[in-house]
């Protein structure tokens, strides 16, 4: 009696025990990953103005507090701080575009633009805001993040990110006077030095991209 040699089976080893190996596990797109990162950021912020009109409005005076040494802990807490529902109201639907659109070109980047700009904008207020005032609000954020968008493209002559930065200006540009001194209890600081950390941050995050270009602009040297 003779048996034929089968070679399918040595095609698919099968573990001991029986077990099927496990499927390899698929990460969500960067779109979703950023939408979601940004929407529990945002219900976050709701999440702490409910904390605080429970306290009676004492969790919002530790924003920052212009060159006093207990007002830089402001700059750590200020940006998810407001003044009343209407406060966040207004910054909501700006915080979740800009920021889904910053946290697009890779949430690690992203991610440290927003700490750039949350630094940059938080220190710039407590040097230059008014003596005895309390700034606070996600707005230094909103500013930062869309001076990011407007510059990075310039910085990085990415065409893509210089087309999304156009529209950004289109539809956002306007709050770009925000950064001037206007009404009392707006804090411009904040503004102004929230757009300054976003065009750091894009300076800086666009380094490689510079690096790049300028390896590209001198070629290959051939040494005799």
Do not use: C
């Not at 950023?34 to 950021?41: K, R």
């Not at 807490?77 to 909501?92: E, G, K, Q, S, Y």
């Amino acid at each position: 009696m003779t048996s034929s040699f089968d070679s399918s089976r040595f095609d698919s080893p099968v573990p001991r025990g029986g077990a099927k190996p496990a499927p390899a596990s698929k990460s969500k797109p960067l779109w979703l990953q950023s939408a979601i990162l940004i929407g529990t950021f945002t219900m976050l912020l709701y999440v702490i103005e409910i904390v605080d009109v429970a306290s009676d409005e004492r969790l919002e005076e530790n924003g920052v507090g212009p060159r006093s040494i207990d007002g830089l802990w402001g700059i750590l807490f200020a940006p998810v701080l407001h003044d009343d529902w209407a406060h966040l109201f207004a910054n909501t639907v700006p915080l979740l575009v800009l920021g889904f659109l910053v946290l697009l070109s890779g949430i690690a980047r992203g991610l440290a633009a927003t700490g750039i700009v949350w630094v940059v904008g938080g220190l710039g207020t407590w040097l230059t805001g008014g003596s005895y005032s309390n700034h606070i609000g996600a707005s230094v954020l909103i500013f930062g993040w869309l001076a990011y968008l407007l510059v990075r493209g310039i910085f990085a002559r990415s065409l893509g990110q210089i087309l999304v930065g156009v529209v950004v200006f289109v539809v956002y540009g306007s709050l770009l006077w925000g950064v001037l001194p206007s009404a009392p209890g707006v804090s411009w600081q904040g503004h102004l030095f929230g757009a300054v950390g976003g065009v750091v941050a894009a300076w800086l995050l666009s380094a490689d991209a510079r690096k790049q270009r300028a390896r590209k602009a001198v070629g290959p040297q051939s040494f005799g």
